[in-house]
């Protein structure tokens, strides 16, 4: 019986333990972004992929957008592909602090240049080792720092929806076996605009590799790079997509997928290597 009673206080101090560091902050109205809502500390740090503390270093604009590039100075969760990191927030940094405590989603494609971060939550300043804003507003840093690192979902991340981007392949053989498709074309129109992208209409001049279903998309993405009166060779792998007969499509690699005819030596080498495999 005494066994059963120690297990059973045992238990609720644990439980207690853990609730303590979620009650500790105000989530009585529950946070959301990009359609999640959180209502703990716990599930802050479960969807979050990095939680840094970082020092805002500086501001540009970017779209519609603004972006943000953070100094990484501890990372409490995952690790940064770099020190310093672009981050774009639905809610604007307060710059007239340039501390933050930040909850960050990570994305990566093979148009970007570097992986990109956005704030799961309005980012947390702090001043004199002190929280500001949010739910975490009034609490030391060092407490929320500890909180943090003890909890059960520190460990946990988001199951990726696509594989590693490619930074690189080692030669054009190597770019060749990691297409699904490769085409030939000409851009004809820039439909949308971007500074990362252009999505543009086309003629095919010569398929490669890859089935016809490439014909069926009325448009292309392309790097913002691109010019209308320039032809390329394209080197695309497929995503994956709820309609299989139209492919959704992304660069093979990040660097040299896309070649211009007017880059005589890379356009030579592509088409005789390609031509001698048909």
């Not at 270093?57 to 100075?73: A, C, G, H, Q």
């Not at 093979?110 to 004199?128: D, G, H, K, L």
């Not at 691109?226 to 499509?249: A, K, R």
């Amino acid at each position: 019986m005494k066994r059963i009673t120690i297990f059973m206080i045992v238990g609720l101090l644990l439980l207690l333990t853990a609730c303590g560091s979620n009650s500790d902050y105000n989530f009585s109205a529950s946070l959301s972004a990009a359609g999640q809502s959180f209502q703990s500390l716990d599930e802050l740090i479960e969807h979050a992929d990095h939680i840094v503390y970082g020092t805002l270093i500086k501001s540009e604009p970017f779209d519609s957008y603004l972006k943000y590039t953070v100094k990484v100075n501890q990372q409490l969760k995952g690790k940064t592909h770099r020190n310093e990191i672009a981050v774009f927030s639905a809610e604007d940094f307060n710059e007239e602090h340039k501390q933050f405590l930040l909850f960050l989603s990570s994305y990566d494609d093979e148009f970007r240049e570097e992986i990109y971060y956005t704030s799961s939550i309005t980012p947390t300043a702090i001043e004199n080792e002190i929280a500001l804003n949010g739910p975490f507003a009034k609490k030391e840093l060092k407490k929320l720092i500890k909180d943090i690192e003890k909890s059960s979902k520190i460990k946990v991340f988001k199951a990726k929806t696509k594989d590693a981007v490619i930074d690189k392949a080692k030669d054009i053989y190597d770019l060749i076996d990691k297409s699904e498709y490769i085409v030939h074309i000409k851009p004809l129109e820039v439909r949308v605009e971007s500074p990362i992208v252009k999505s543009v209409t086309y003629d095919v001049i010569t398929k490669y590799k890859g089935d016809d279903n490439i014909l069926k998309r009325s448009g292309l993405t392309l790097p913002n790079y691109i010019e209308l009166d320039e032809e390329y060779m394209v080197f695309y792998q497929t995503i994956e997509s709820l309609d299989t007969d139209v492919p959704t499509l992304t660069l093979a690699t990040r660097k040299g997928s896309v070649i211009a005819k007017s880059d005589t030596i890379a356009w030579e080498e592509a088409v005789s290597v390609l031509e001698a495999s048909q």
